[in-house]
């Protein structure tokens, strides 16, 4: 199977987030990345290629255009007033506030435009989140080319991005552009597993009233984690995406044999669907000794993820997510493309 990463990566990393109170080091930061780099070359999963440079065409038909644009000018805005450490929002429009933009007020506009202070914007966070973008696109094509699989190993991640919106670390939602880019190329029906530890809420936003994606989440309960807001079992889409959404929210400890089921009821549900192409949310914080989450998968449990999903039997880009448990990140990631290709 193909990689496609781009050392562009690297430019983004960001200094600090706010967590259980304090301002720690960022948990998402670019050695993750290298790390399972390294591992695909380790277990000679194939071809390592860089990204194609890809047009904002089609991510302007999941993201609001304007929210893409400021991505673009962020970093210069908060630098023009003489800041230089990592662009943080601290104020968002919640209830009783007004929700129109505020024009050229860069912490407004932070605001405005993210879910929590977990995407911290650095000199060169628009450079890696576009690089990222590439990454899932050129890998699609990998795949709309004829290929079982291919990885986008995807860094920044952005299954949290919203159509206007940044949040949890993730920018442009790479899985989504790539679901879009599928259709765009004449795939009808197109499902996107998001098998990361927490709920994809941005990637279910930008699906939810669309009949043509079908969006299933297996992650930590929102009722105790993080994104807290979405990801309930109730939400199965609306109107024409009513039945194309589909959440399954697990409690803490939740280990592979739990885990398992929840996967086999998501493939069963991706297989009714139709899907023609399978886009993978792969996020690796399910792992147990993730610093961040709270599930109990085993380095031998995922693997048997792969191979799950292999039993579907179509075209699948795997996009990289989350996932912080640095020195088993590699060997857990690829374990499930090793597993996918039966090896
Ligand atoms: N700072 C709050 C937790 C961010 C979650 C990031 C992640 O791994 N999402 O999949
Ligand atoms: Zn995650």
């Known amino acids: 199977m193909k990689t496609v990463y781009s050392p562009d990566h690297a430019a983004h990393a960001g200094h600090w987030e706010v967590a259980r109170g304090a301002m720690v080091p960022c948990f ?107 990454c899932a696109l050129t890998a699609a094509e990998i795949v709309a080319g004829g290929a079982r699989a291919a990885f986008a190993l995807c860094r920044p991640p952005g299954h949290h991005s919203g159509p206007a919106f940044m949040g949890g670390y993730c920018f442009i939602n790479n899985a989504s552009v790539a679901a879009q880019w599928f259709r765009d190329q004449g795939a009808a029906r ?12 941005g990637t279910q936003d930008i699906f939810y009233e669309r009949g043509d994606v079908f969006v299933a989440n297996i992650h930590g309960d929102p009722k105790t984690e993080y994104p807290y807001f979405l990801g309930h079992a109730d939400e199965t889409g609306r109107g024409a995406g009513e039945g194309c959404n589909v959440n399954y929210p697990l409690p803490f400890g939740t280990a592979w044999d739990t885990w398992s089921l929840a996967l086999d009821a998501a493939c069963d549900r991706a297989e009714a669907f139709g899907a023609e192409v399978i886009v993978v949310s792969l996020g690796v914080d399910t792992f147990e000794r993730d610093p961040i989450s709270a599930f109990k998968l085993k380095t031998a449990d995922y693997p048997k993820m792969g191979a799950r999903i292999a039993k579907l039997g179509k075209p699948t880009l795997f996009v990289f997510e989350g996932g912080y448990a640095v020195d088993e990140i590699g060997v857990n990631a690829v374990g499930v493309l090793t597993g996918f290709e039966g090896r």
């Open 28 to 134: 998402e930061k670019p050695i993750r990345a290298e790390y399972v780099r390294a591992r695909v070359e380790e277990v000679g999963l194939g071809e390592i290629v860089l990204p194609k440079v890809w047009s904002m065409e089609t991510a302007r038909k999941v993201h609001d255009p304007a929210y893409l644009a400021f991505l673009g000018k962020a970093w210069d805005m908060w630098a023009a007033e003489g800041n230089h450490t990592s662009a943080l929002p601290m104020t968002w429009p919640v209830r009783g506030l007004r929700n129109d933009v505020p024009p050229e007020c860069i912490e407004g506009l932070l605001g405005f435009y993210s879910m929590d202070a977990g995407a911290s914007i650095t000199a060169g966070t628009w450079k890696a989140v576009k690089a990222s973008m590439d």
């Open 190 to 201: 197109v499902a996107i597993l998001d098998v990361d530890y927490h709920h994809g809420n």
